[in-house]
């Protein structure tokens, strides 16, 4: 394909202009415009069986670049671009970025659909279309507030499509209109879809934050991700958007199936669908629902749902295990309660264990419960997960369902966290390991012929080095921050959470400050990131965001401190801002109390980018750390075991940690005339209070053997050439974390798609 003609031709017929003459804003149109063409002229993937993943979040992140690899034109874009005084990284840009996830669970379902497009699978995503996102997080004078984040824009990736359901409510009903965004395979001649579905009419941003009135369900289902679930009017929004997806996906479904001439009676050996996390799982009593009204029986019904429909579980934080009041789902979707009560009546009959009841004695449903009775499959996302799963959380099920447990650890696709967002590392792997690892990630392996090369391993401490400050001036440009690019570059980004445990991270950074005002240097310079949105409703996430901030100032005002210690919180992080942290990433922090991630996607794109892992025991990092070795990996901390002991024996006091003279002074510096002095009393107190007293996810508990591991980190890190051998181990090794592989096995042990 010409692609200058092409382009050529379209800003011809667009501004009357020549490539030469645009700008970038222009430019990113005509290729928005010619990606859309040949996406769409590309056929959906073959198979017998059809998947539908659906999932309340798709963080998919900027697609230009994406889709351009996948179409194979990247680099004859690249070349037409700079040909006519042009760069690509300008174009990109005016590219507006979609906030449609919170963190792991949208990303995870993002890198799937690039994968299954890849191993040219017949999958496409159903979810919805928030206007205007999780939220936009500025951080104004120390604090975390929220804004929309409108990402739609006249022109843009959705794809009109005229298809519409009805979707009936308590209240009434309420079309559902679909738009589409392309998925196309990298390596293939095929693409996929995510159907995205959203309200007729939809509501205007609020004028002020993000309050809006949450009974206006007509016109704000789709305004923003997850309400604000802290009021009643939120938890409710929220189930009718959930009921508003699964809904007009179910519908999609059955009339794809007559399109193919199927009939329903036979569902389930033709459509696979994938409940990601709980979010969807009222597909179950739905497409029963609407296959009674096709004239199946009861029985039938629920033999084609539940050989259907598969459950993947992303989290055993007991907070974020779904349960909805039965009289919400009265209200939302009345037709339901009928099915819902006959689901729990069967599952009852054969399992009268209250543990495995789908409606408990409050009235109240399981949605996990649901998934697990009337689906085929049950899925955590790392053997540890998995095996906790198992053993602890589901375990009255896995007893009477063995054969439905199973575990697919994750991945993440490095066609975007590799080839688009570090092109020098992509360079030198071509030359080392050939250009297939973009699509066999196992290929990464013979990276570890380089192992004892000096070349080798001078070219990946010199690429670091540029991404560094690469990143360096995107830091100064967003956030007007200078960091010493010298500096060693420890990075957490995550969203803000207790168990994730930026907290205990903050209580290094105090521990190093105190060290350099008392004369005690570190062997280098270090600079820690931040990247974090806290839930809007979550105070105590948004008190260790403005510790975070308050250090950060301490340090900036002190110039004995900071040429050796800075702390940047970065403002508004998301998948944009990642791309460009994780190829310049050090030392990736992956802290979380043992047994409470359930993977982490983050740790694997860091180390497939050549960071080195300072972690706990906890979700994907214990396959990270059997396939890198213990010489390649700092990890640190209590066991999984051991702190489900401490939990269920009810045996950890923080406050015998907090008295220990190497954590007291640490913890009481938060309230020190300092920090008094530069943040909010009430905010620096209650953490304090909290962490002295309570500490729930046990930062205390692995906070001295944290210190220890990290300073052992930043010693090594002086040996610059084993350093780098190091880093080399780790991206030999990532191959295993690539999504393909996560895919390949989705469909060979549940889906079974061709
Ligand atoms: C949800 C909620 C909702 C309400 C209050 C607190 C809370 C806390 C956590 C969550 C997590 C929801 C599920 C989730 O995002 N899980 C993440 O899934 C990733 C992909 O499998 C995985 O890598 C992460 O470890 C896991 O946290």
């Not at 839930?535 to 965001?545: C, D, G, N, R, S």
Request: charged residues 20%; glycine residues 6%; aromatic residues 10%.
């Amino acid at each position: 394909m010409d692609i200058k003609n092409k382009l050529s031709g379209i800003v011809k017929q667009r501004y009357a202009k020549t490539l030469e003459r645009c700008d970038s804003r222009e430019l990113y149109y005509a290729l928005l415009q010619m990606t859309q063409e040949l996406s769409t002229a590309r056929p959906a993937p073959q198979g017998s069986r059809k998947l539908y993943y659906f999932s309340a979040e798709f963080l998919v992140g900027k697609l230009l670049s994406n889709n351009l690899l996948a179409l194979g034109v990247y680099q004859d874009v690249e070349q037409v671009l700079r040909e006519s005084g042009h760069s690509l990284s300008a174009v990109e840009e005016v590219e507006p970025e979609p906030s449609l996830g919170n963190g792991g669970l949208g990303r995870l379902a993002a890198c799937f659909l690039d994968s299954i497009a890849a191993l040219d699978l017949p999958g496409d995503g159903v979810g919805l279309n928030y206007h205007y996102g999780l939220f936009h997080q500025c951080l104004k004078e120390g604090y975390q507030t929220e804004m929309p984040d409108p990402w739609m824009e006249e022109e843009g990736w959705l794809i009109p499509t005229g298809v519409t359901f009805e979707v009936p409510f308590g209240s009434g009903v309420q079309k559902a209109v679909m738009w589409d965004i392309a998925v196309p395979g990298a390596n293939t001649a095929s693409a996929n879809r995510l159907h995205l579905f959203d309200v007729e009419k939809p509501a205007a941003a609020p004028e002020q934050g993000i309050d809006f009135d949450k009974t206006d369900i007509a016109h704000c289902l789709t305004s923003f991700l997850y309400p604000d679930d802290s009021d009643e009017a939120g938890r409710l929004l929220r189930v009718y958007q959930q009921y508003f997806m699964v809904s007009a996906g179910a519908q999609l479904i059955l009339k794809e199936l007559d399109e193919r001439g199927v009939d329903p009676r036979h569902l389930c050996e033709h459509v696979a669908i994938q409940i990601n996390d709980t979010h969807p799982s009222m597909v179950i009593p739905e497409l029963t629902r609407l296959l009674l009204e096709r004239g199946l029986s009861m029985n039938e019904a629920l033999h084609q749902v539940a050989h259907a429909c598969a459950y993947t579980n992303h989290t055993i934080l007991a907070e974020a295990l779904e349960k909805w009041p039965m009289s919400f789902i009265q209200k939302v979707a009345p037709q339901l309660v009928p099915i819902i009560r006959e689901l729990d009546r069967r599952a009852k009959q054969v399992f009268p264990d209250p543990r495995m009841a789908i409606i408990d004695n409050n009235d109240v449903v399981h949605m996990a419960h649901m998934d697990i009775h009337y689906g085929y499959s049950v899925n955590g996302v790392a053997t540890l997960h998995t095996d906790i799963l198992r053993k602890t959380e589901l375990r009255a099920f896995a007893d009477v369902y063995p054969e439905k447990f199973n575990n697919k650890t994750n991945g993440v696709t490095y066609r975007r966290w590799l080839e688009v967002c570090n092109p020098k590392l992509a360079a030198l792997l071509d030359q080392c390991v050939g250009k297939q690892w973009r699509t066999d990630a196992s290929r990464f392996n013979g990276l570890m012929n380089y192992w004892g090369d000096g070349q080798v391993l001078r070219d990946l401490l010199d690429i670091k080095f540029e991404n560094k400050l690469e990143l360096c001036r995107v830091i100064k440009e967003r956030q007007g921050v200078e960091v010493d690019p010298e500096s060693i570059f420890d990075i957490q980004i995550k969203r803000l959470h207790e168990y994730k445990r930026q907290q205990m991270n903050a209580l290094y950074v105090i521990r190093k400050y105190l060290e350099i005002k008392g004369g005690h240097l570190p062997p280098r310079p270090i600079t820690v990131i931040f990247g974090a949105k806290a839930a809007p409703a979550y105070v105590m996430a948004k008190h260790i965001i403005h510790l975070i901030i308050c250090l950060s100032k301490l340090i900036e005002a002190d110039p004995q401190v900071r040429p050796w210690l800075r702390v940047v919180m970065l403002e508004n992080y998301n998948v944009s801002w990642a791309e460009k942290l994780i190829p310049a990433c050090e030392l990736s922090e992956q802290i979380s109390l043992a047994s409470k991630e359930a993977s982490g996607t983050g740790n694997m794109k860091f180390m497939a980018n050549g960071a080195v892992t300072l972690g706990t025991m906890d979700g994907a990092n214990v396959e990270i750390a059997q396939h890198v070795g213990a010489h390649n990996i700092y990890t640190f901390g209590a066991s999984s075991d051991h702190v489900i002991h401490l939990y269920a024996s009810h045996s950890y006091h923080s406050w015998h940690f907090y008295e220990r003279p190497a954590i007291k002074p640490l913890v009481d510096f938060i309230v020190s005339p300092q920090m008094l002095a530069i943040g909010q009393e009430s905010s620096l107190r209650a953490l304090h209070e909290d962490i002295r007293g309570k500490d729930w996810f046990m930062a205390l508990l692995d906070l001295e053997d944290y210190i220890a591991t990290r300073d052992q980190a930043m010693l090594d890190y002086g040996n610059r050439s084993a350093w780098a051998q190091k880093m080399l181990v780790n991206i030999a090794n990532s191959g295993f974390f690539s999504s393909d592989r996560t895919i390949a096995e989705y469909n060979q042990d549940i889906w079974h798609l061709k």
